[in-house]
């Protein structure tokens, strides 16, 4: 395809592999358990992983672990495989240490510590040299020493100094290797055609295995994922992480079984969202036992709209019993029945509804504004008869106000979000978390609807729940030139900046909360309890010295980074200018993988945001409520081919 493209060369290089010998991970683990089981491992040093938790469980490593006579690992934290082990030595993380790494395209560069270690860490190049009988050497002396002895240009002072300034080792890029498709024979294409052929059942023969399919107590397909917040299970301990609800089933502090609509029909799965203002987070689900190659797991399902028939899939990394405060006890360990056969993909999996039910934390029925028009999607020949679909009705009706307008002289601040680039992945609700110190509640908490996020990610489905249209839409403050909760504040906590930001000063805010119930997007967020822990010494570090760390009974939100626009407005005047278009960035803006989100001056006609707001595919949330925001968005437009049959 990329031939055909005319891709090779431009988009698409290639190179040497950046591993030079690949290993079977696989097979050597099944090499060392077998190694171990045999008494012939006297000693075992495991640098990072957590094989007790993470090896397939036919392995039986933790058993077979427990044969050898001294056990070593080295790990960021104590962990499951530390449980076994007779020693463990803390390891530095790689923003601690000294160490270098390869690029995709094979360029190395020197890993610089950013902070001294926290906790006395030792990497693994100090481990491994110690145990060389180099004991007392540092990282940076070992990777300074490496690349003493490697061919670098010139003289070596003048070349590790130039690497540690430039951030990359010259001359250490793969060069691209030319590559030409190789015109398949025609034995190849006659053998293609005739398989092709067997692969395409008649709609009689679909018809037919779909019925045994779901015959009742057939077993099914299952998928093993990694979870799309903890990954394997090392970022379990990660309040952050635990918090952060899932793209699309918007689950917090919990994994679950995935099924289809029609699945959970078949097998009498259901679930139950909580009604009253204080439970509407907890939603009640079916517990059922997952039968798989002779071991079983009680797992809570969820109901996926657009997942695949006949099928179940669980997401890796819970179920820890030596993560740490925060990942302990948390969800269910689908390792318990991930074998070695069939790590990702297997068959046989038999579903049994027990009877009971299990409480989840779901975010996705938290700050509802369903049913409001507030995401507008069309395809493109939609768009090209009416290229204003996306101003809605209220579009050109004059605003009115009781209050007298505001002409900004300086700066304006405003925010477009594309909804077309959206994918729901978060990144943005965790880059907020971080620059602006946004407390953790815990599962508890998020049930009764208290998350802190000030950014959050609604989901939404359209159509047929067994192959709807997906809709992702980032919902910040929306920073409303008539905002209704500045009104209502009897201490005058939340007010408008003569930039257009809707600031919080928290010192005033005695927290009535009359700015939350008046905010028709609900967006403002209040802290019941002292979430913020300001004891603890390894956390203050972790904190945006920026940024005020908020305490209970204060209301908080997005500020648009106003930080940020501070820092960039002072290094503007002392050179005697204006703020450059693309020179301040919102924390959610810089961590978009997908740049649908743009901030800046609307008062500048030729900036980003201006011609993005000027686009007939702009809209307001509830302009019909003549909040008018500085926050709009730009609708979804889609380009199906008609020849490709998605129902």
């Not at 493209?5 to 077998?34: C, F, H, M, W």
């Not at 950014?455 to 249209?469: T, V, W």
Request: glycine residues 8%; contains cysteine.
């Amino acid at each position: 395809m990329n031939q055909a493209l005319d891709n090779i060369g431009k988009t698409v290089v290639y190179t040497d592999p950046i591993e030079a010998n690949p290993v079977d991970q696989l097979a050597s683990l099944r090499e060392l358990v077998k190694d171990m089981e045999a008494g012939s491992v006297r000693i075992l040093l495991m640098l990072g992983g957590n094989p007790v938790y993470t090896a397939p469980v036919d392995l039986g490593f933790a058993e077979q672990l427990a044969k050898v006579p001294l056990r070593i690992h080295s790990n960021l934290y104590e962990d499951e495989t530390s449980a076994y082990c007779h020693w463990h030595i803390p390891e530095t993380h790689y923003l601690e240490s000294w160490s270098d790494i390869r690029a995709y395209d094979g360029t190395v560069t020197i890993l610089q510590p950013l902070i001294a270690p926290l906790y006395s860490g030792k990497s693994s190049h100090e481990v491994l040299s110690a145990l060389a009988g180099r004991a007392g050497e540092t990282s940076y002396d070992i990777v300074r020493s490496y690349w003493k002895g490697q061919k670098m240009a010139g003289d070596f002072e003048s070349a590790w100094r130039r690497a540690v300034h430039d951030g990359v080792v010259a001359g250490t890029n793969f060069q691209p290797k030319t590559i030409k498709l190789k015109a398949p024979s025609s034995d190849w294409l006659a053998g293609s055609a005739s398989t092709s052929e067997t692969r395409h059942p008649t709609p009689e023969t679909t018809r037919a295995e779909t019925r045994k399919a779901q015959e009742p107590g057939r077993s099914l397909e299952i998928s093993f994922q990694p979870d799309p917040t903890l990954f394997d299970g090392r970022f379990a301990n990660n309040g952050w992480l635990q918090e952060l609800p899932k793209p699309l089933t918007k689950l917090t502090w919990d994994n679950a079984a995935l099924v289809s609509p029609k699945t959970a029909q078949r097998l009498g799965l259901s679930y139950q969202v909580g009604t009253t203002g204080g439970e509407h987070g907890r939603v009640f689900t079916d517990i059922i036992e997952l039968r798989y190659e002779g071991r079983t797991l009680r797992v809570p399902s969820w109901i996926m709209p657009g997942h695949a028939d006949e099928c179940v899939t669980l997401h890796l990394g819970y179920g820890r019993t030596h993560a740490g405060k925060v990942g302990n006890g948390t969800g269910f360990n689908a390792y318990a029945i991930r074998t070695a056969n069939a790590p990702s993909y297997g068959t046989g999996v038999e579903i049994r509804k027990i009877g009971t039910q299990y409480m989840l934390a779901c975010t996705q029925f938290h700050h509802s504004m369903e049913g409001r028009d507030l995401v507008r999607a069309a395809t493109l020949e939609e768009f090209r008869k009416n290229p204003d679909f996306a101003r809605g009705e209220h579009h050109n009706e004059p605003e009115g106000s009781l209050y007298p307008g505001f002409k900004y002289e300086g700066y304006a601040w405003g925010m477009s979000i594309d909804v077309s680039a959206c994918i729901g992945c978060n990144a943005c609700v965790a880059a907020c978390q971080a620059e602006n110190s946004i407390a953790v509640v815990g599962k508890t908490e998020v049930t009764r609807g208290r998350e802190m996020h000030w950014l959050r990610i609604d989901r939404y489905y359209k159509g047929d729940p067994e192959n709807p249209d997906t809709y992702h839409q980032p919902i910040p403050c929306m920073h409303c030139e008539n905002a209704p909760c500045e009104l209502v504040c009897p201490v005058g906590a939340t007010s408008h900046s003569h930039e257009g930001l809707n600031d919080m000063v928290y010192n005033r805010c005695v927290g009535t909360r009359y700015c939350s119930n008046n905010c028709p997007y609900k967006v403002r967020r209040f802290n019941f309890f002292e979430y913020s822990d300001f004891e603890t010494p390894s956390l203050k570090p972790m904190r945006n010295p920026n940024v005020t760390v908020r305490s209970r009974g204060v209301m908080e939100k997005c500020t648009y980074c106003v930080q940020r626009i501070n820092v960039a407005k002072i290094e503007a005047e002392k050179e005697n200018r204006r703020v450059r278009d693309g020179e301040i960035q919102t924390a959610c803006q810089a961590a978009c993988p997908t740049q649908a989100i743009v901030f800046g001056d609307i008062n500048n006609r030729e900036a980003a945001v201006a011609k993005l707001k000027a686009d007939s595919l702009n809209y307001g949330l509830l302009t019909e409520l003549n909040t008018r925001p500085r926050t709009t968005y730009l609708a979804k437009l889609k380009n199906p081919n008609p020849e490709i049959k998605t129902g």
